[in-house]
């Protein structure tokens, strides 16, 4: 006869294992499952993407963020336009989009291609044909290079920014010579080169409701009726802060999705009036929270692209004077926590992204922890931003302190609890970010004010440790 004990025994050590089994587990979890937007976003079945643009393919460590995960997708900002591609008639050269091609194979991205026909960036000599030869100088081009990349894009933006603010079409060389069925002449023209690729149109100020949108509405569903091969349109989202949010972004996406086309945020950034400060910081972060929410809502939003990942390769400031820092990277390829953090978060991540996928992990220096410490200033305060890399031995719950030398003060932090005390400041891990196995990173932010000089902290301890 066996004891009654035995059972009791036996449930008590099963028991005892598995939470040992469970603590272990937790101690030797990375400190935040890190994730990257795209990562994020094809969790919710879209994909997050950066346009790029060639000059900036020679600088390592910018390509080394832009195919290190980050982003599933890309797009050429300008070398697959008419200008670059076809400049003389008859005479192409796909060099610089071919190079963006191959780079984003070798780092599994997909490509959309931007674009075929727009009135700008347009060569001088097609705008000066006699209006008979128009037509088929478009065909030629279309044919020419969608055959040319055939098979190896995603999409193609084949007729950008046809509208006027009003919603009527552009007056250009293709509608002047062809009326609005220059439109569905194109798409038909892309279709038969690369039956595969989508067809979109692309427009900017098209994401709320107004006359514009409404006039890319109109047409997207008389081009249906037709049935016209069109399988998407294109918001660009240029958005600026002192314009207002657009109106109805979620309904607007709805409406064309309802038509039976995908859509897509295809040219994101939010600029601002420099310089920032935190009450236009936090506004751009709300409009990018805004955005990643609106292509949430809609089934048939495919994704996000953001047009350049970083403020050192932004377009705005030579185009806007005195307007910029529109992206989630600074000029130093530093992520901005918040900006980052807001859509990580929309997106469903915890804000932080973890350390870079590209950068190895570190190999844990014995005994010693490391901080990184830097800050993104704009005069009268700053954001700072800090990676912790614990030393050898596990640790579950952590203390940061470090000083200022100078009159800084915290305003706002994150990924942590921050708080000050006189010079002093002290930041406690947030729930999620606690647990740091041996080598283990984690980063916090914080946005501070300041008048005078701004130095970086001499010094930090971990949990009453020093740190290198
Ligand atoms: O290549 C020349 C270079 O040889 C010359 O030295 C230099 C001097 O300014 O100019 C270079 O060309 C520039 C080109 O980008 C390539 O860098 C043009 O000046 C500049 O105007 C052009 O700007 C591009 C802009 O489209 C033109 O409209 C931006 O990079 C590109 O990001 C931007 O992208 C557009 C989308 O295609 C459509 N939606 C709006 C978006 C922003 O404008």
New binding site residues.
């Given amino acids: 006869m066996s004891s009654p004990l035995r059972p009791r025994l036996a449930a008590v050590l099963a028991l005892a294992l598995g939470v040992l089994l469970a603590l272990t587990a937790m101690v030797m979890r990375p400190a935040s499952a890190a994730s990257t937007l795209d990562q994020l976003a094809k969790a919710k079945g879209k994909y997050f993407g950066s ?1 790029t ?1 060639n ?1 900036e393919l020679s600088n390592s460590a910018y390509t080394a963020i832009l195919g290190g995960g980050e982003f599933g997708a890309t797009t050429p ?2 070398s697959m ?1 008419w200008d670059t591609t076809e400049p003389s008639r008859g005479s192409f050269n796909f060099s610089g989009g071919d190079t963006i091609v191959s780079f984003a194979k070798s780092h599994n991205v997909i490509v959309r291609g ?2 075929l026909v ?1 009135h ?2 347009l060569p001088s000599w097609v705008s000066s044909l006699p209006s008979t030869q128009v037509q088929a100088a478009m065909e030629n081009h279309i044919t020419t290079e969608v055959t040319h990349y055939k098979g190896q894009l995603y999409a193609w933006d084949v007729v ?2 046809p509208f006027n603010e009003d919603g009527t079409l552009r007056t250009d060389a293709f509608y002047n010579a062809m009326g609005s069925g220059y439109i569905a002449d194109a798409l038909r023209t892309a279709h038969a080169a690369d039956p595969n690729a989508k067809l979109y149109l ?1 427009d ?1 100020n098209i994401e709320g409701t107004g006359a514009k949108s409404d006039g890319m509405y109109n047409l997207v569903k008389s081009l249906k009726q037709q049935g016209v091969p069109i399988d998407g349109v294109g918001f ?1 989202s ?1 958005l600026a802060i002192q314009y207002g949010f657009p109106t109805n972004m979620q309904q607007n996406l709805q409406r064309f999705a309802d038509l039976g086309v995908d859509v897509a945020v295809t ?1 994101l950034d939010v600029r601002m009036q420099l310089p920032a400060d935190t009450t236009k910081v936090n506004t751009q972060a709300q409009y990018y929270t805004n955005v990643v929410n609106a292509c949430l809502a809609v089934t048939r939003c495919v994704g996000i692209t953001i ?2 990942y970083t403020d050192k390769y932004s ?1 705005i400031p ?2 806007f004077s005195g307007e910029g820092s529109a992206l989630p990277w600074d000029e130093n390829l530093n992520k901005k926590p918040q900006i980052y953090g807001a859509i990580s978060t929309a997106l469903g991540g915890t804000g932080d992204g973890g350390t870079p996928t590209p950068t190895p992990t570190p190999t844990p220096t014995p005994g010693s922890c490391k901080v990184a410490y830097s800050a993104n200033d704009w005069g009268t305060g700053f954001t700072a931003n800090i990676t912790i890399t614990n030393g050898s031995s596990a640790i579950n719950g952590w203390t940061l302190k470090f000083s200022y030398a100078g009159n800084q003060q915290l305003s706002q932090g994150w990924s942590g609890t921050w708080s000050q005390s006189g010079s002093t400041v002290t930041v406690t891990n947030a729930s999620w970010n606690g647990g740091l196995a041996a080598g283990a990173s984690t980063s916090v932010g914080a946005n501070f004010t300041y008048s005078g000089s701004n130095t970086a902290p001499g010094s930090f301890t971990l949990n009453g440790t020093a740190c290198s």
């Fill in positions: 346009a643009d000059p900002g300008n336009k931007h674009n727009w700008s960036q950008n920014e692309n900017y660009e240029h040219e047009w350049d377009w030579g185009t």
